[in-house]
């Protein structure tokens, strides 16, 4: 004969929940900390890989500089913390979605099947066109527009500042499309809201631009406002197939 617990159902139950949600938490920790060592471990690589886009004009040496004597130590804990978020971001976002299938509908699940993917991709979209165009093309001017009347010495921690700051920026302005899909399916946004909206895109898309880019000359302003606009108007159409109907 079974020996009751003592414990009502509803407790049980409440501790089964707990134990899983710690044993997610303990899988998105230890993927933060494998991303974290090994950004470190291969950091010269990964520096490497960040000075390309100032190709070679961040001093003669090829390399930015530094004053502090604490300042590439820093610069180097804070890239290994990105590469820790960077691995640990899909791992947290699998055990969300794991957390709440059961409580999903047929078409939500189907949904966030979808749009969890291309929001991935949308975003890795974002970032290469920052690394590969926009990054080129803006430390390239900027550290060329005074060949002749000074030497550059560009300092490690404001070089970083702006790729980061323009690779992760741009990662989010390429979501545009898939968060319009994602609100006008919602009823969160009606279609014909957007589409209001549309004609004042190109004045917020210049001003976004003129805070994200590192300059504000109308060439590098464009490589960014430009996109935005397609982006949005992507975002439309794709709203206008998936708006709800009446």
């Known amino acids: 004969m079974a020996i009751s617990s003592g414990v009502p159902p509803r407790i049980q139950a409440l501790q089964r929940h707990l134990r899983g949600v710690r044993a997610r938490l303990f899988w998105v920790f230890l993927s933060l900390g494998v991303g974290a060592s090994l950004t470190w471990y291969f950091q010269d690589t990964v520096f490497v890989w960040l000075y390309a886009p100032g190709r070679r004009h961040l001093s003669p040496d090829w390399q930015p500089i530094f004053t502090g004597p604490t300042e590439v130590l820093g610069l180097a804990i804070q890239l290994a913390m990105w590469g820790g978020l960077v691995v640990a971001f899909p791992v947290f976002m699998y055990h969300v979605l794991r957390f709440l299938w059961p409580v999903l509908g047929r078409s939500q699940r189907r949904f966030l099947a979808i749009c969890l993917p291309a ?5 890795l ?3 290469s066109f920052a690394y590969f165009v926009m990054l080129p093309t803006s430390m390239g001017f900027l550290l060329q527009f005074g060949t002749g009347i000074a030497i550059p010495m560009i300092r490690i921690t404001e070089y970083m500042d702006i790729v980061m700051m323009m690779i992760f920026w741009l990662g989010v302005v390429f979501e545009l499309p898939l968060i319009m899909v994602a609100l006008t399916k919602l009823r969160v946004v009606r279609f014909r809201r957007f589409r209001q909206w549309n004609r004042y ?3 917020f898309a210049f001003i976004l631009a003129a805070v994200v880019t590192p300059t504000c000359d109308v060439v590098n302003m464009a490589m960014v406002a430009i996109p935005i606009i397609l982006l949005y ?5 794709c ?3 998936v708006r ?3």
């Open 239 to 241: 709203a206008l197939l």
């Open 244 to 246: 709800p109907r009446r």
């Open 201 to 203: 895109v190109p004045v």
């Open 125 to 127: 979209a974002g970032a």
């Open 119 to 123: 929001a991935l991709l949308c975003y």
């Open 233 to 237: 108007q992507v975002g439309l159409c």
